[in-house]
């Protein structure tokens, strides 16, 4: 496959911003988008093309096969302005590589890096001022890839499109988080796609989490499809324990997706001196530290909330609390990682990635 390398991406801009009508004081996670997206499509066996125009509806198929097999893969990143406002990415080459990954498994082309980097920066650049200074406020950045391909025979379509939208965040704060332990429903198998960040992997955790819902849980921490025994995901998060000092999560695996925050916590609490095993987890071994008290935290980790702290979980109609810790290991990571972030503190990692000011 060939690509023609542009640095150069037209850009056709909007007549007239939407930023004085956005309240960035009071932001829906989500809900708001900014002025420009990134299009690419693929066509004739290439990549063409890409270009920048104003964000709006486009015109689609209704037999576009992403519509009807659900063809689709996406990535969730974000943008951080420090107060000199110089404007920041974290690790984007593990979402490159990750995008290319899922698609490779939903039997879709893999997009160029220099397109990927080239319309990011160009588009973070062009609607700079919609990324404000401060801890908490980011540009979450939402890279997806779908087929476009008319034609509802069940085989990889020959068109896709390829788009970048932004959308203006706040500090995602999730409330006191209850887990429910999923005893029949999974997320993930051997051997599917549970590792891909493909649209179907969410559809499906929908109506398990609705469930859960009902009976008073915020989410879902999903086990292994085959004896429900060992625990691989919370929600759309990586998911940690603490058991008295040590920091415990699942390996990843074709069930279990390769997070990006995920690998900078084991980095971080590794660099911290904490002693992290990354091997298979039990509900077993969870539910009898909890009982003992040795269960200190479990905690998920994701880009849109960083570390998501949960509160307590169910499991087989019993319930069980986690201690408030005054020191927790969650509100640790979540600083080292956050200041790396938004530049305020070293990054001896290399994980800050610069797009100008
Ligand atoms: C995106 C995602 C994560 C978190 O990945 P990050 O790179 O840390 O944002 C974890 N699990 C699932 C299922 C996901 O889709």
């Known amino acids: ?42 066509k004739d066996g290439q990549w063409q093309s890409p270009k920048i125009v104003p964000y709006g509806d486009m015109s689609i198929s209704p037999s576009a096969r992403v519509f009807h097999y659900g063809q689709a893969v996406f990535e969730g990143m974000k943008a951080y302005k420090d107060d000199e406002g110089s404007v920041w990415l974290f690790r984007p080459d593990e ?37 404000k200074k401060g801890v908490g406020n980011t540009l979450y950045i939402r890279p997806v890839v779908f087929a476009t391909q008319a034609s509802v025979l069940a085989s990889p379509a020959n068109t896709y499109r390829f788009m970048i939208i932004c959308s203006p965040a706040q500090a995602y704060y999730g409330g006191e988080v209850r887990v429910k332990i999923a005893e029949h429903y999974s997320r993930s198998a051997s051997g ?5 960040k493909a649209a179907g992997n969410y559809a499906g955790q929908f109506y398990p989490t609705e469930l859960a819902k009902q009976e008073g849980f915020n989410q879902v921490i999903w086990t292994d499809a085959k004896e429900h025994e060992y625990i691989e995901e919370a929600g759309t998060m990586n998911v940690f324990f603490r058991i ?17 925050t995920r690998k900078s916590v084991i980095t971080v609490a590794e660099d911290m001196g904490i002693s992290v095993e990354v091997r298979p987890v039990t509900v077993s071994e969870i539910v009898e530290a909890a009982r003992e008290g040795s269960l200190l935290e479990i905690f998920g980790s994701g880009t849109a909330a960083v570390i998501n702290p949960i509160v307590g979980f169910g499991y087989k109609g019993e319930q069980f609390e986690l201690p408030k810790l005054a020191d927790s290991y969650a509100t640790m990571f979540k600083e080292k990682i956050v200041n790396i972030q938004y530049n305020l503190a070293d990054d001896p990692y290399g994980w800050r990635y610069p797009v100008g000011s």
């Open 1 to 42: 496959m060939k690509n023609r390398v542009s640095t150069l991406i037209p850009v056709k801009k909007v007549a007239n911003s939407r930023i004085d009508q956005v309240d960035f004081n009071n932001l829906t996670f989500g809900s708001e988008f900014t002025d420009h997206m990134f299009v690419c499509d693929h």
């Open 192 to 196: 599917g796609f549970g590792y891909a």
């Open 244 to 260: 008295g000092d040590t920091l415990i999560t699942a390996p990843t695996s074709d069930r279990i997706l390769d997070g990006v």
């Open 95 to 131: 979402n490159f590589k990750r995008i290319n990954r899922s698609s490779v498994r939903m039997a879709i082309p893999e997009f160029p890096e220099e397109f990927f980097f080239e319309g990011m920066k160009t588009l973070l650049k062009l609607d700079n001022d919609w990324i």
